[in-house]
């Protein structure tokens, strides 16, 4: 059985007094959670939030991770960093990532290699755009974008790999794929590596009012969950859906 992983991804939000606070709310909501529970918090949030959650079972992840080791890299981190830091995960590939900064299938990859074998769990995303689903295009889509991400990875490292699932018309739009359309999608992805073993997550707007039937589907094992992460009240009924 694959266990269930849900993740907060914050984006750019919250100081590091807020950020303690947040998952200091939070720890009590969520201390009998069934499933993984991850905060993937703004890098300069690391030294606040990890003596917080330290002891619980709530871990600490980061929203990007260069595929350096070191090196002239104006405002990047790598992997080691984000390790010192006490991050154990690491989102690689969202597509806010990709639409805004540059992001391609190339460096996704490289990002994703460096993590893991750096010795990161990362939380790689893929996901189509609405004209591509429109066009049917979809399965394609996700096919490529998880063959290009997970290349070089060894059969045992696609145990620290999560797969995010994140149709981009569905981030922020409060729009969300069908429980169906996002079990079919993911149903793909999960053929196309035989990776039986692998969780792959659901990231389009997953949100209290929508997680029991996204979670009841067989082949979606969590979430990447945006705003409704910035509430421990909202952020914890999702995780103990």
């Known amino acids: 059985m694959r266990k269930p992983i849900i993740a907060g991804n914050w984006k750019m939000n919250k100081t590091p007094e807020e950020a303690a606070q947040l998952v200091r709310d939070l720890i009590p909501l969520v201390k009998d959670a069934k499933c ?3 905060v993937c918090t703004p890098a300069v949030n690391f030294a606040a939030v990890k003596p917080v959650i330290e002891g619980t079972n709530i871990k ?3 929203q990007n991770v260069h595929f350096k080791a070191s090196g002239a890299y104006t405002g990047e981190l790598s992997a080691d960093m984000l390790k010192a ?3 154990e995960y690491v989102i690689i590939g969202h597509s806010e990532r990709r639409q805004y900064f540059g992001e391609t299938d190339k460096t996704v ?23 591509e689903r429109e066009a049917g295009y979809t399965d394609m889509i996700v096919m490529y974008q998880t063959q290009m991400a997970l290349h070089g990875l060894t059969a045992e490292e696609l ?24 079990n079919e999608t993911i149903g793909v992805i999960r053929n196309e590596e035989a990776a039986a073993k692998i969780r792959i997550q659901y990231g389009g707007s997953m949100k209290g009012s929508n997680v029991k039937g996204l979670m009841a589907q067989p082949e979606i094992d969590g979430g990447l ?6 509430k421990a009240e909202d952020f914890a009924q999702v995780v103990n859906f």
Not at 109 to 131: F, P, Y
Not at 164 to 176: F, K, N, Q, R, S
Request: glycine residues 12%; hydrophobic residues 50%.
């Open 36 to 38: 993984d529970v991850v």
């Open 60 to 62: 600490l992840g980061a």
């Open 85 to 87: 830091a006490g991050c």
């Open 109 to 131: 990859n490289l990002r994703t290699v460096a993590a893991v074998k750096a010795g990161l769990k990362a939380i790689v995303c893929v996901g189509e755009m609405k004209d």
């Open 159 to 182: 145990d620290n790999v999560v797969i995010a699932y994140e149709p981009v018309w569905a981030i922020g739009t409060g729009l969300t794929a069908t429980d169906e359309q996002a």
């Open 225 to 230: 969950i945006g705003g409704a992460s910035l």
